[in-house]
């Protein structure tokens, strides 16, 4: 069985902070688009669509408190700008200068570049997608030599399934993707040790798609730490690819269409994916070390039981929160099971503005019951419902 070497490893590691980078600055491409800072401008008798101040941004990213300062602000933006994420309107700047000049998002301007990287990339999102948006998918919590992983899959499954669902002809077409994957860090053998085969091995998808990144992880190149990942990451649930017609939320397209230069819908890196070819026909991202699972310890003092919550005079009030997604979700995660309990919430998103807090119980979601269901259900009738989200909680009284 052939193992990884040094340098195949080393690559993977530098491909996932690339996608790193793309996701992050995609992510706050759509928060700037929600905020107005990104705007059609004038600047001697021209106009200059889909663009950025500088020193506006550097502001509000102090404010929103994606940076510490405005130099944390700057080393974030020259990321952007070094990964040809971002560029100065008229290319006359290399770097990114805290001052009244007009910077724009390569995304609205159609010069992103289309690299081979970038498309397996795009394919590597647009699988995972559809993986996690079926119910009974192949994606599934597993243990090896005692510790568990997320995201997992056997080889040979992920085969059967590419095969199935008309995404490769045949079984060698099918390594060969799961081989471009690996090798771009998009998955990966749980153990890291061995390459794609069709097979029995044990693989997960080394990278959370839909976890919300925080802009400042961006200077975090050279870490080796685990982020905490799970299936509905901590800030990030919500939904992908709605049927047509649908009002459902997006994770990263909107419900309006936003002017570019190229003339092009506003949306996810999916917009990019262009013709492609045998590998590569879809939506976008990137990837981190192997992350075995670790779910954190619950934030309850003591565990508390359907039963509790129900019976009469009990210290709990039930409250309705009214939920309206942003760019990249909620803000929150679901934990725990008959009853789940809300684990973490946001403190910049929309659940936390809506009054939600941590320790709450879920009592239902969009009028539907929920005492009784795990937190994998509840998810997903989150991410599968409507932009607006409606929950009944009950919260302990002090």
């Known amino acids: 069985m052939e193992s990884l070497s040094s340098g195949l490893k080393k690559k993977a590691t530098e491909q996932h902070y690339r996608a790193e980078v793309m996701i992050a600055g995609e992510q706050l491409r759509l928060r700037l688009h929600d905020g107005k800072l990104i705007k059609d401008r004038r600047f001697h008798l021209r106009t200059y669509p889909n663009c950025f101040v500088a020193k506006e941004l550097t502001d509000w990213l102090v404010e929103h408190k994606d940076a510490p300062d405005r130099e944390t602000a700057i080393r974030l933006m020259q990321k952007l700008m070094d990964h040809y994420i971002i560029h100065h309107v008229c290319d006359e700047h290399s770097d990114y200068k805290d001052a009244k000049l007009l910077y ?10 289309l690299s081979k990287d970038v498309k397996v990339f795009l394919r590597g999102q647009s699988l995972y997608e559809k993986l996690v948006s079926v119910e ?6 597993r243990e090896e030599n005692s510790v568990k992983y997320q995201r997992t899959f056997l080889g040979s499954e992920m085969i059967d399934w590419l095969i199935q669902e008309g995404e490769v002809e045949n079984r060698q077409e099918a390594v060969e993707l799961g081989r471009a994957l690996l090798e771009h860090g998009i998955i990966q053998h749980v153990s890291n040790r061995h390459h794609f085969f069709d097979s029995d091995i044990l693989y997960h998808f080394w990278i959370n798609f839909r976890r919300r990144r925080r802009l400042t992880e961006l200077l975090n190149e050279n870490s080796a730490r685990a ?5 509905d990451s901590p800030f990030c649930l919500r939904k992908l690819n709605p049927e047509p017609g649908n009002t459902s939320f997006l994770s990263v397209q909107t419900n309006k269409e936003i002017k570019v230069v190229s003339a092009v819908r506003r949306s996810s890196i999916t917009s990019l994916s262009g013709n492609s070819n045998t590998y590569f026909s879809a939506p976008p991202t990137l990837v981190f070390p192997p992350v075995a699972e670790c779910n954190p310890k619950s934030v309850l003092k ?3 039981t359907t039963e509790e919550l129900l019976s009469p005079g009990a210290p709990y009030v039930k409250k309705t929160l009214t939920i309206v997604g942003d760019a990249v979700g909620w803000g929150f995660v679901v934990r725990g099971g008959r009853p789940c309990h809300i684990q973490a ?3 910049g998103g929309p659940a936390a503005a ?31 419902g409507p932009r607006t989200l409606v929950m009944e909680v009950m919260e302990a009284i002090e």
Do not use: W
């Open 302 to 304: 003591r565990p508390v």
């Open 227 to 231: 982020l905490s990942e799970s299936p």
């Open 345 to 347: 919430v946001d403190p």
């Open 354 to 384: 809506a009054g939600m807090k941590v320790c709450q119980f879920v009592f239902s979601v969009n009028g539907v019951y929920v005492l009784h269901l795990d937190y994998q259900t509840i998810s997903s009738l989150i991410m599968t």
């Open 136 to 141: 009974e998918s192949i994606l599934k919590v």
């Open 104 to 113: 724009r998002f390569r995304k609205d301007d159609g010069t992103f570049p």
